[in-house]
């Protein structure tokens, strides 16, 4: 029971056959559970790794959208022909603009509700935690 109150999930506890109540069997349970609660934590954290990164490619993108519309605008002083062209390439970056302001406000979305779930995951977590110290501390 130590090694599980130092944090070792990775135990293994044998428990006599039949024996479905005693405290060994309910920390038995309780390892088990911890360990799928990581996996799901670490899945949970994988999705904000992938969440974080497109919304830092989104934000690249934005950048190289405003890089080109300072480019077109600066343009668009050198002669009538080129404000025209310049306009329509305005107008084309405004909608990938707002596409990616878009999925971006979506992405946030998502990596708001990935947080929220590891969030309580981790309040799961530390719950369990402290009934296995407290286990512990009656087994001492």
């Not at 479905?20 to 999705?47: F, P, Q, Y």
């Not at 779930?117 to 009656?138: D, N």
Request: proline share 0%; charged share 20%; net charge negative.
């Amino acid at each position: 029971m130590s090694a599980v109150a130092d944090g070792d999930l990775g135990i293994t506890i044998d428990v006599k056959r039949g024996d479905e109540t005693s405290i060994l069997a309910g920390l038995k349970g309780m390892v088990v559970r911890l360990r799928r609660m990581m996996k799901d934590i670490n899945a949970a954290s994988e999705s904000v790794f992938v969440g974080a990164g497109q919304v830092s490619a989104s934000s690249e993108q934005l950048s190289q959208g405003a890089t080109q519309q300072t480019s077109s605008s600066e343009m668009v002083t050198e002669s009538v022909e080129q404000m025209a062209a310049s306009t329509t390439q305005v107008a084309e970056n405004m909608s990938h603009t707002e596409q990616l302001a878009r999925q971006s406000a979506e992405n946030a979305q998502m990596i708001g509700a990935v947080v929220g779930r590891a969030v309580e995951s981790m309040q799961t977590i530390a719950a369990k935690i402290l009934i296995v110290q407290e286990l512990a501390r009656q087994t001492i």
